[in-house]
Antibody, heavy 119, light 108 residues
């Protein structure tokens, strides 16, 4: 059974940094692409960043390019999102999502971790 | 980027009624690469439909998707109490992948 568990969220001041983690189990970690998707309070979903199964290719939304870095560690079956220069508009629940297909939709989601950027 | 516009914003219906949700794209979605997700309060989204019309594993037959190019529809034939939730569409045919703003199906 696929299981995704995010951690690392919290309260951070504008301009600060935070690293999110997503511990994965139940599938061959290095075989599938994964993404981070966020949801601001009361808003819709926004794709933030994605990474190939091997980790060799990474992708970012324009809104976070240059500030966020996605990575994965196959020895730990863990996906990461390093977030720097955080802004108020980055406040959201961050979900890790598994693309267990070759299309680009998200078959499985974690329960999310809340990031609040405020002074 | 492709902008997805969902309508209506809120749909007020009674259990047993039919729900029809719309997702309109600002440009054609290639190969009908359109997915639908259900999200309940405090929970993560759950995949319902991919490829515009294919049901995900374990999704009841009362959920169906249709459409192509710029107009897509999610239909729930007879609403069950557990179907009252927010529904999101997502296109994955072009980068970046984008979502609609969501349609809330609430109990009338």
């Amino acid at each position: 059974e696929v299981h995704l568990l995010e951690s690392g969220g919290g309260l951070v001041q504008p301009g600060g940094s935070l690293r999110l983690s997503c511990a994965a189990s139940g599938f061959t970690f290095s075989s599938y692409a994964m993404s981070w998707v966020r949801q601001a309070p009361g808003k819709g979903l926004e794709w933030v960043s994605g990474i190939s199964g091997s980790g060799g290719s990474t992708y970012y939304a324009d809104s976070v390019k240059g500030r966020f870095t996605i990575s994965r560690d196959k020895s730990k079956n863990t996906l990461y999102l390093q977030m720097n220069s955080l802004r108020g508009e980055d406040t959201a629940v961050y979900y890790c999502a598994l693309q267990y297909n070759y299309g680009g939709y998200f078959d499985y989601w974690g329960q999310g971790t809340l990031v609040t950027v405020s002074s | 980027e492709i902008v997805l516009t969902q309508s209506p914003g809120t749909l007020s219906l009674s259990p047993g009624e039919r729900a029809t949700l719309s997702c309109r794209a600002s440009q054609s979605v290639s190969s009908s690469y359109l997915a639908w997700y259900q999200q309940k309060p405090g929970q993560a989204p759950r995949l319902l439909i991919y490829g515009a019309s294919s049901r995900a594993t374990g999704i009841p037959a009362r959920f169906s998707g249709s459409g192509s190019e710029t107009d897509f529809t999610l239909t729930i034939t007879r609403l069950e109490p557990e179907d009252f939730a927010v529904y999101h569409c997502q296109q994955y045919g072009s980068s970046p992948r984008t979502f609609g703003q969501g349609t809330k199906v609430e109990i009338k």
